[in-house]
């Protein structure tokens, strides 16, 4: 019998580029554990690709990436005679639909959701919107465009949607990258201008106080809860990759019913944007026991830090044995 051909992607053009490169070589390691004849593509290089494995690791890239290089990297003979493509990648040309829509193009299966999902769940103030449909509650938000945004009027919004403290961060991303928390309107500015280097679109969200929770869906399993413990003041880019910044806790300390109900609010977002195979959902929770679903993730990390492979194993899944299942997932999703 064949082996199963594995496309890992890697690395990419987006500021998560180095989140990717860490989750990919866990990924990496269990596909060769595993069995699976595994190739690994950094779309970001196009066709000039290493010849090495662990050089598509390095956090240094060996040569210029660029967005052309990625469409003509996936639009290549790379991925001829592929079985299905693991998507390693985070952000931008990741987790956004376009990667997901060139693969369809050409009839090869993937990991994670699909296209509309993916592009859906990637911008998080339409994903609040369904949320709010859906009867999961988030918190108050607007958004704030580069190209027209007036400073006068985001402060009024603030005072009348938001209040304060608040939190500005890019609309679209991940990773915690441009986030801000603000105590007064007077440092709206200035976050603003932090989020519009990396996107063109802030979202401006009401902050809640309390702890940090997420819940993973792999299938139709939904995985514990799970809670952070950020060393800073909230789970930002060095608590989630720095060893020693964060603890976890699974199953988090919480009321059971609390937990049960945010389990099935995890589901619920899930299937409101349409996410399929696996992601990551979420939340905080206030003192009252109050949560609010914050964001999904649809291609959630895989680094030794990272939350789902923490809940799986919770429940007896290996991370191997976690990669697998990924697998089998999308090899059966039509």
């Known amino acids: 019998m064949n082996k199963i051909k594995i496309a890992l992607l890697v690395g990419g053009v987006s500021p998560e580029s180095a989140v990717s490169k860490e989750s990919s070589q866990a990924i990496y390691k269990a596909l060769l554990e595993l069995g699976y004849d595994a190739k690994i593509i950094d779309p970001g290089y196009g066709l000039n690709q290493p010849k090495n494995p662990e050089d ?83 918190a108050n938000w607007f958004t704030v465009k580069k190209s027209n945004f007036d400073l006068n009027e985001s402060g009024q919004k603030v005072s009348t949607v938001t209040g304060v403290p608040f939190i500005v961060k890019p609309n679209r991303g991940g990773s ?46 939904i995985l514990p809860v799970l809670e952070i413990k950020p060393k800073n003041e909230y789970y930002d880019y060095e608590c989630k990759y720095t060893d020693g910044m964060s603890e976890y806790q699974v199953p988090a300390e919480i009321d059971s019913e609390v937990a049960v109900k945010m389990q099935q609010d995890a589901m619920k977002a899930f299937n409101a944007v349409g996410c399929s195979n696996y992601a990551r959902i979420d939340f ?47 090899l059966k999703d039509e």
Not at 90 to 98: A, L, T
Not at 300 to 327: C, N, Q, R, W, Y
Request: hydrophobic share 40%; with cysteine.
């Open 176 to 221: 915690s990258v441009g986030l801000s928390i603000c105590n007064s309107i007077s440092e709206l500015q200035q976050a603003l201008e932090l989020v519009f280097k990396y996107c063109d679109e802030a979202i401006v969200e009401q902050f809640v106080a309390g702890r940090e929770l997420t819940v993973g869906v792999l299938g139709n399993k």
């Open 284 to 330: 905080l929770m206030n003192e009252k026991n109050e949560y609010f679903c914050l964001e999904i993730n649809t291609l959630p990390g895989m680094t030794s830090h990272s939350l789902v492979p923490k809940a799986a194993a919770h429940i007896g899944i290996s991370f191997v044995s976690l990669i697998d299942e990924i697998i089998q997932l999308a």
């Open 56 to 138: 598509f690791f390095k956090q240094e890239d060996y040569t210029e990436k660029s967005v052309s290089n990625m469409f003509e990297a996936l639009t290549s003979e790379l991925l001829n005679d592929i079985d299905l493509v693991f998507l390693g990648l985070h952000g931008d040309w990741g987790e956004d639909g376009r990667i997901q829509s060139l693969l369809e193009m050409r009839n090869i299966k993937y990991t994670g959701s699909g296209v509309l999902a993916s592009a859906l769940a990637m911008d998080k103030s339409k994903t609040k919107i369904h949320l709010k449909e859906n009867n999961v509650p988030t």
